[in-house]
C-alpha cells in the first residue's frame, strides 16, 4: 500500500496561532531591515500561521532587500507534495499549513522599500511583501503613501500565487526521495514554485480595502499593482464567497478554522482601493491599477503520452472598486521593448473578471498595449501560459471548443471605467501600439454588461498603430502555433471539431455603452493608423450577434436583446482606415487559429462534426 505521510512528518504538527495582537509605533518609526529580506511591520515571514485580529500603526517606513511588507514581509504555506503514485508513496494534504490573516488591520504606513541585493527579486507590499497560498480575509490598510520594489510590486502585495513545493526527483531511489522531502519540509525549502499539481490551492485575498491620501506604487522592474503586482491564479473575490462550500478555497479556509478550533463568519465584503488625492502605478513591463498581471497556472497535465488541457487554474477578479481620487489615478509601463498598462489589469491571461469598477481614472499609457482597463486581455498560446515542452510527446489531443476554449478564455462581466470629469486618455508609443479606452489588446477575449464613461481620447501611432475607443485590436486566439519548431518533433495532431475551436477563441463584445466627454471641434478623440470609435482594428469579432442570437434569446422578446451604445463622439483621425465605429474590421478563418499553418509539417487528422 501507499506509504502515509503520517510516518513521514511529526502527527503533532501545530499551527502557530496569533489572536488580538497589536504593535502600536511612536509616529515616524523606522522598521529597518539592513538590506536583508523578511522585513514586515507586524513579521517578518509567516509559515502556516493564523493571525486575527491583529494590528499595528504608526510604523512610518519599513525597508530591506526582499520580501519587504507594512504588516508581514512573507506570507506562505508549510509545504505539501502532493500525490506521488508512481513511486508508492503517497504524501496527504491533511495537514492545515497556509497562513490565514483575518480582520488583521495596519494603518499610516507610509512608506514601504524594497532595495533589492544582487539578484533578488526585490518584492514589495503595502501590506505583504509576497503571499504564496495564503488568504487574507477581510484586512485593511489605511493611510498608505508608497510602495517600491524591482520586479514585483503592489498596494497590498508584490506577488500572489501558488505555494512551495519539496522537490522531488522521480528516478532516485526511494530512501533519497523520503529524506529529501522530510529535508525541505522540515527546512520550508522556497526554492521550487508550484505550477499545477492535484491538491494544490492558489492564494486568496477576499474583502480587504487600501485607503491613503496620495497612493504610489512603483516597480523598477516587471510588475506593479495597486492591489497585486504579479497574480498567479489568484483570487481575489467577495468574503462571502468563503461560505460557498462547492469551492475548494473555502473548503481549505474552513478545514483550517476547524483543525485549529478558530471561527469565523464570511460576511459581505468587496475590495476596495480608495485615494482621497490621487495614485500612480508603474512599472517597467506590465503596470495595472488593480493587477499588473494576472495569470492562469502552466499546464502539466500530461496523461499516457497525451496533453490535457482540463489541468488548470484560472485567476479570478471579482467585486473589487477602484477610485483614483480627485486628480486621478495614472498608470505607467515603459519599456520600450514592450510594456502593458490598464486601468485595472496590465496584462490578463486565462481569468474570470467580474463585478469590478475603476472610477476618476486620468491616464493609461504604455509602449506596447494601454487600455482603460486592461492592457493586454484575453487567451494565451500553450507556450504562454505554461511554456510546455512540446518535444517527446507522441500526440496532442484538442477536443474541440469547449476544452480549449474553457481553457484560455478571458472574459469580464459588468465591469466599468469612469474617468474624471475632464476625461481620461490612453495612449501607447510603438509603431504598432494598439490603445483602447478600455482594452489595447484583446486575443480571443470576452465582454459583457461593460459601462465606460468620461473618455476623452484614445490615441496611438499613426505608423502602423491602431486606437478605438472601446478596443484598439482584436482577434482570434492562436490555438496550436505555440509549437513553434518543436511541432515538427510531434507524430500527430488531432483536432475535433475544428470549426468549434474557432468558435471557441472569437474575441465577443457584448451589450457595451461608451461615452465621451464633450470637446473642441479641433480635438481628436480617437487618432491612429487604424482608428475606430469602437474598435480600431478587428478580426473575426462578434459584437453582440451570439448572445442575441443564442437559443435563449431567441425565445425572448427582441428588446431585450443586447446592444452597443457610443455617444459624444466628434473626431475620429486615421491614416489608413478611420470609421465612426471601426477602423477595419476583417474576417477571420481556419488559419488564423494556427491549425492550417501545421499542415504539411506533420500528420494532421481533421474532424469536422
Same mark, same amino acid.
Given at each position: 500500500g501507499a506509504l502515509d505521510i503520517k510516518k513521514l512528518v511529526p502527527a503533532g504538527y501545530v499551527n502557530p496561532i496569533y489572536q488580538n495582537c497589536s504593535v502600536s509605533y511612536t509616529q515616524g518609526a523606522v522598521v529597518n531591515g539592513n538590506s536583508k529580506q523578511y522585513?514586515? =511591520?507586524?513579521? /517578518?515571514?509567516?509559515? $502556516?500561521?493564523?493571525?486575527?485580529?491583529?494590528?499595528?500603526?504608526?510604523?512610518?517606513?519599513?525597508? $530591506?532587500s526582499n520580501y519587504v511588507g507594512g504588516f508581514i514581509g512573507r506570507s506562505a504555506n508549510a509545504v505539501i507534495a502532493g500525490l506521488l503514485s508512481d513511486l508508492?508513496?503517497?504524501?496527504?494534504?491533511?495537514?492545515?499549513?497556509?497562513?490565514?490573516?483575518?480582520?488583521?488591520?495596519?494603518?499610516?504606513? $507610509?512608506?514601504?522599500?524594497?532595495?533589492?541585493? !544582487?539578484?533578488?527579486?526585490?518584492y514589495a507590499g503595502g501590506f505583504i511583501g509576497a503571499m504564496s497560498n495564503s488568504y487574507a480575509v477581510d484586512c485593511t490598510?489605511?493611510?498608505?503613501?508608497?510602495?517600491? =520594489?524591482?520586479?514585483?510590486?503592489?498596494?497590498?502585495? /508584490?506577488?500572489?500565487?501558488?505555494?512551495?513545493?519539496?522537490?522531488?526527483?522521480?528516478?532516485?531511489?526511494?530512501?533519497?526521495?523520503? !529524506?529529501?522531502?522530510?529535508?525541505?519540509?522540515? %527546512?520550508?525549502?522556497?526554492?521550487? @514554485?508550484?505550477? $499545477?499539481?492535484?491538491?494544490?490551492?492558489?492564494?486568496?485575498?477576499?474583502?480587504?480595502?487600501?485607503?491613503?491620501? %496620495?497612493? %504610489?506604487?512603483?516597480?523598477?522592474?516587471?510588475?506593479?499593482?495597486?492591489?497585486?503586482?504579479?497574480?498567479?491564479?489568484v483570487q481575489v473575490s467577495n468574503t462571502k464567497e468563503l461560505a460557498d462550500a462547492e469551492k475548494t478555497t473555502s473548503k481549505n479556509f474552513q478545514r483550517m478554522l476547524t483543525k485549529t478550533?478558530?471561527?469565523?463568519?464570511?460576511?459581505?465584503?468587496?475590495? !476596495?482601493?480608495?485615494?482621497?488625492?490621487?495614485?500612480?502605478?508603474?512599472?517597467?513591463?506590465?503596470?495595472?491599477?488593480?493587477?499588473?498581471?494576472?495569470?492562469?497556472?502552466?499546464?502539466?497535465?500530461?496523461?499516457?503520452?497525451?496533453l490535457g488541457v482540463a489541468d488548470y487554474m484560472r485567476f479570478e477578479l471579482k467585486d473589487a472598486a477602484l477610485d483614483g481620487g480627485t486628480t486621478g489615478l495614472n498608470v505607467k509601463a515603459t519599456d520600450v521593448k514592450g510594456s502593458y498598462a490598464g486601468g485595472a489589469i496590465g496584462h490578463g491571461t486565462g481569468g474570470e473578471v467580474r463585478s469590478v469598477s475603476i472610477v476618476n481614472l486620468a491616464s493609461v499609457g504604455a509602449v506596447t498595449a494601454a487600455g482603460g482597463f486592461g492592457g493586454y486581455f484575453g487567451s494565451g498560446k500553450f507556450a504562454d501560459v505554461g511554456g510546455v515542452n512540446l518535444l517527446g510527446l507522441k500526440l496532442i489531443k484538442i477536443d474541440g471548443l469547449l476544452s480549449l476554449g474553457a481553457m484560455i478564455e478571458t472574459f469580464t462581466r459588468d465591469c466599468?471605467?469612469?474617468?474624471?470629469?475632464? /476625461?481620461?486618455?490612453?495612449?501607447?508609443?510603438?509603431?504598432?501600439?494598439?490603445?483602447?479606452?478600455?482594452?489595447?489588446?484583446?486575443?480571443?477575449?470576452?465582454?459583457?454588461g461593460t459601462n465606460v464613461t468620461n473618455l476623452k481620447s484614445v490615441a496611438a501611432s499613426m505608423n502602423g498603430g491602431k486606437a478605438g475607443g472601446f478596443i484598439g485590436y482584436a482577434k482570434a486566439g492562436d490555438a496550436l502555433a505555440a509549437a513553434g519548431e518543436n511541432v515538427k518533433a510531434l507524430d500527430a495532431v488531432a483536432i475535433e471539431n475544428l470549426l468549434g475551436v474557432i468558435s471557441a477563441l472569437r474575441p465577443e463584445f457584448n451589450q457595451t455603452e461608451l461615452s465621451y466627454i464633450p470637446v473642441n471641434?479641433?480635438?481628436? @478623440?480617437?487618432?491612429?493608423?487604424?482608428?475606430?470609435?469602437?474598435?480600431?482594428? /478587428?478580426?473575426?469579432?462578434?459584437i453582440n450577434y451570439g448572445t442575441n442570437h443564442s437559443e435563449t434569446t431567441k425565445a425572448e422578446d427582441s428588446a431585450a436583446k443586447v446592444a452597443t451604445v457610443i455617444t459624444g463622439l466628434s473626431k475620429v483621425d486615421g491614416e489608413t482606415y478611420a470609421g465612426g465605429f471601426a477602423g477595419r474590421l476583417i474576417p477571420g478563418d481556419v488559419a488564423q487559429t494556427g491549425s492550417v499553418k501545421l499542415l504539411g509539417l506533420l500528420d494532421v487528422t481533421l474532424s469536422i462534426h
Open positions: 522585513v514586515g =511591520g507586524f513579521a /517578518g515571514e509567516t509559515i $502556516g500561521t493564523l493571525m486575527q485580529n491583529c494590528t499595528i500603526e504608526n510604523v512610518d517606513t519599513v525597508s $530591506g508508492g508513496v503517497n504524501v496527504l494534504d491533511n495537514f492545515p499549513v497556509n497562513t490565514i490573516l483575518m480582520n488583521c488591520k495596519a494603518d499610516g504606513v $507610509g512608506q514601504v522599500l524594497a532595495s533589492p541585493v !544582487k539578484d533578488e527579486s526585490g490598510l489605511t493611510g498608505l503613501g508608497t510602495v517600491k =520594489g524591482k520586479d514585483y510590486a503592489g498596494g497590498f502585495t /508584490g506577488k500572489a500565487d501558488l505555494g512551495d513545493l519539496a522537490d522531488i526527483n522521480a528516478t532516485k531511489g526511494l530512501l533519497n526521495i523520503v !529524506k529529501e522531502l522530510l529535508t525541505a519540509i522540515l %527546512s520550508g525549502s522556497t526554492d521550487a @514554485q508550484i505550477l $499545477g499539481l492535484v491538491g494544490l490551492r492558489p492564494s486568496v485575498i477576499t474583502g480587504c480595502e487600501i485607503s491613503g491620501n %496620495s497612493i %504610489s506604487v512603483e516597480a523598477s522592474g516587471k510588475h506593479a499593482g495597486g492591489l497585486i503586482g504579479y497574480a498567479g491564479a478550533g478558530l471561527e469565523y463568519e464570511p460576511q459581505a465584503h468587496p475590495n !476596495k482601493i480608495t485615494a482621497i488625492k490621487k495614485m500612480s502605478v508603474q512599472a517597467n513591463e506590465y503596470a495595472g491599477g488593480l493587477l499588473g498581471k494576472a495569470t492562469m497556472t502552466r499546464m502539466t497535465a500530461v496523461l499516457n503520452e497525451t466599468s471605467v469612469a474617468g474624471l470629469e475632464a /476625461g481620461y486618455t490612453v495612449t501607447t508609443s510603438a509603431d504598432e501600439g494598439m490603445s483602447g479606452g478600455f482594452i489595447g489588446e484583446c486575443i480571443s477575449g470576452r465582454t459583457g471641434a479641433e480635438e481628436i @478623440q480617437v487618432q491612429a493608423d487604424m482608428a475606430g470609435g469602437f474598435i480600431g482594428d /478587428g478580426e473575426a469579432v462578434d
